[in-house]
T-cell receptor, first 111, second 115 residues
């Protein structure tokens, strides 16, 4: 089936360091959502981006949608142990109402 | 609201047995999705419904899988007969049209182990 690539696959950081995950699509996206899944948990919605070049912030998290609407990034400033988990992008293509989830980036924060 | 409710939380069954997973979406949500998560394949969309009608089942692995939504508050995913490769966490999610501000709301999942 369709798959959306995220890089990196894994990231280990020291607490206090920054973290960025990237989501890339070969085709133009209608919009993109980001989810966080804690170990043993279920995906939890974080945010949606719709407009080209859009930037949204949630406290230490910054989300960006590329100008061509083919890629997106999630940046965490000064990571904390509570940021541990897997971050997924979920993309939707025009004409559908189904989100395809990216491969995910597993973040581990070392205290 | 109690959120999306899935049952059972864990299911262990023998190969060849029938397995039924259940989901109660959030009241008022008109979309329901079934996803499967494994280490190898990540989060895969199996099927989704709109107003209880199946819209896209292209992700259903094979004829052994079937899903129904007899009413707005209940859906089932059935595997018959089950095989070890079906072992995974199965998530149900619901959402509503009109606004995507809240995204999908996922249930806690059913961890299926087929031995």
């Amino acid at each position: 089936g369709q798959q959306v690539m995220q890089i990196p696959q894994y990231q280990h950081v020291q607490e206090g360091e920054d973290f960025t995950t990237y989501c890339n699509s070969s085709t133009t996206l209608s919009n993109i959502q980001w989810y966080k899944q804690r170990p043993g948990g279920h995906p939890v919605f974080l945010i949606q981006l719709v407009k080209s070049g859009e930037v949204k912030k949630q406290k230490r998290l910054t989300f960006q949608f590329g100008e061509a609407k083919k890629n997106s990034s999630l940046h965490i400033t000064a990571t904390q142990t509570t940021d541990v988990g897997t971050y997924f992008c979920a993309v939707i293509y025009s004409g559908t109402y189904k989100y395809i989830f990216g491969t995910g980036t597993r973040l581990k924060v070392l205290a | 609201d109690a959120g999306v409710i899935q049952s059972p939380r864990h299911e262990v069954t023998e190969m060849g047995q029938e397995v039924t997973l259940r989901c109660k979406p959030i009241s008022g949500h008109d979309y329901l999705f079934w996803y499967r998560q494994t280490m190898m394949r990540g989060l895969e969309l199996l099927i989704y419904f709109n107003n209880n009608v199946p819209i896209d089942d292209s992700g259903m692995p094979e004829d052994r899988f079937s899903a129904k939504m007899p009413n707005a508050s209940f859906s089932t995913l059935k595997i018959q007969p089950s095989e070890p490769r079906d072992s995974a966490v199965y998530f149900c999610a619901s959402s509503t049209t009109g606004t995507d501000i809240y995204g999908y709301t996922f249930g806690s999942g059913t961890r299926l182990t087929v031995v």
